[in-house]
T-cell receptor
């Protein structure tokens, strides 16, 4: 298995809703990432988990709450989002954190989030 | 402040010819550079990387060139194929700054049959 699987592929949510994005990999990777990508913009790092511990939080608003229940799963809990949070949310993994910046991450296909 | 820049939003090339995608960076502490390819509705796919101690890395039809003095790198695709049509992202990282990847804005490559 050489994939990162993200669910759901599309999500529409209201500003008062609570929803979660899910990411799963079975490659034995110990670093997992959340990226946000707006249209015609580069992916922007949100969070990094290394060995199931939060290593980097890029000053992301608290309405985004990451969780890493085990080495294969990464969740992003969403609450009270704003329309400007609408974007493609990408999950990625790498063998270990520094390996990702050398040899590349494996990205999932993303969740297209629309906040109404 | 955009530390990694891809100044050409798009590039169109005839099948069989060479595609050259360019990337400039401002942070002299970057020591690894990567190229990703992205198709619509898919996540980015890692293509090729280069360390700052090298000036060239080749993998099949893909070659990345690094000019540290000019803070410039380029991706050459030879020969270009219609299946290469995608968005290409340049990315860079610095060992001294947690190693996280900084992406450029992307260049859309269209290879015409």
């Amino acid at each position: 298995d050489t994939e990162v699987t993200q669910t759901p592929k599309h999500l529409v949510m209201g500003m008062t809703n609570k929803k979660s994005l899910k990411c799963e990999q079975h490659m034995g990777h110990r670093a997992m990432y959340w990226y946000k990508q707006k249209a015609k913009k580069p992916p922007e790092l949100m969070f990094v988990y290394s060995y199931e511990k939060l290593s980097i939080n890029e000053s992301v608003p608290s309405r985004f709450s990451p969780e890493c229940p085990n080495s294969s799963l990464l969740n992003l809990h969403l609450h009270a989002l704003q329309p400007e949070d609408s974007a493609l949310y990408l999950c990625a993994s790498s063998q270990v954190f520094f390996a990702g910046s050398r040899y590349g991450y494996t990205f999932g296909s993303g969740t297209r989030l629309t906040v109404v | 402040d955009q530390q990694v820049k891809q100044n050409s939003p798009s590039l169109s090339v005839q099948e069989g010819r060479i595609s050259i995608l360019n990337c400039d960076y401002t942070n002299s502490m970057f020591d690894y550079f990567l190229w990703y390819k992205k198709y619509p509705a898919e996540g980015p796919t890692f293509l090729i990387s280069i360390s700052s101690i090298k000036d060239k890395n080749e993998d099949g039809r893909f070659t990345v060139f690094l000019n540290k003095s000019a803070k410039h790198l380029s991706l050459h695709i030879v020969p270009s194929q219609p299946g290469d049509s995608a968005v290409y992202f340049c990315a860079a990282s610095s060992s001294s700054n947690t190693g996280k990847l900084i992406f450029g804005q992307g260049t859309t490559l269209q290879v015409k049959p």
